[in-house]
C-alpha cells in the first residue's frame, strides 16, 4: 500500500541557507497521522524537471511540526528543521529529471526548481510501512544479485 501526493512547485531556483524560515527546506511528517516521519519517497518525474534537483542539509536542528492550507483545500503537515547551528548544504544531490527515484525524505531537504519560474510537477509515492531507506536498498541489492 502506498500514498501519492502530486507536487507543483515553482519560485525555488536556488538552495536555501538552513537558517532560513522557508517551507522549502522540511522534512516530510504527517505528524497528526504517523509517529515518526516518512522514511523514503518514490519520486516520478511528470513535467518540468529538467535541470532540477533534491538536496539535503545536515547539521544540528530540532524539529518544529507545522500546518498549513494548501491552494487544493487540504492540509499540508511537516517537520521544519530549527537550526541549533547553522547547517550545510550536503554534497550528495538526486537529478530526477527523466526517471523515477528513491529518495530519503526523513532528513531535511528541499528542491531547486527550474531557474526560468516555470512549474517543476512530480508524483511522490509514500509507503505505508514506512520502511527505512537502508532496509529498502538491501532489499532491491538482494532481488538483483
Known amino acids: 500500500m502506498c ?18 524560515s522557508s517551507i522549502g527546506v522540511h522534512v516530510d511528517w504527517d505528524w497528526k497521522q504517523q ?4 522514511h523514503v519517497a518514490i519520486v516520478f518525474p511528470v513535467s518540468g524537471c529538467k535541470d532540477t ?14 500546518e498549513k492550507s494548501d491552494p487544493g483545500g ?3 503537515r511537516y517537520g521544519q528543521p530549527s537550526w541549533n547551528e547553522p547547517g550545510i548544504v550536503a554534497d550528495e544531490k538526486a537529478y530526477i529529471e527523466h526517471e523515477p527515484m528513491l529518495v530519503r525524505s526523513d532528513i531535511p531537504h528541499s528542491v531547486v526548481s527550474r531557474a ?3 512549474y517543476r510537477t512530480v508524483l511522490s509515492v509514500r509507503l505505508t510501512n514506512n520502511e527505512k531507506f537502508d532496509d529498502i536498498v538491501e532489499k532491491i541489492k538482494a532481488k538483483t544479485n
Open 53 to 66: 534537483y533534491q538536496y539535503w542539509m545536515q547539521g544540528n536542528y530540532t524539529l518544529v511540526l507545522q
Open 3 to 20: 500514498t501519492c501526493v502530486s507536487l507543483k512547485r515553482h519560485g525555488f531556483a536556488s538552495e536555501q541557507h538552513p537558517l532560513q
Open 35 to 38: 509517529a515518526e516521519p516518512h
Open 116 to 118: 526560468d519560474g516555470s
Open 74 to 76: 487540504g492540509t499540508l
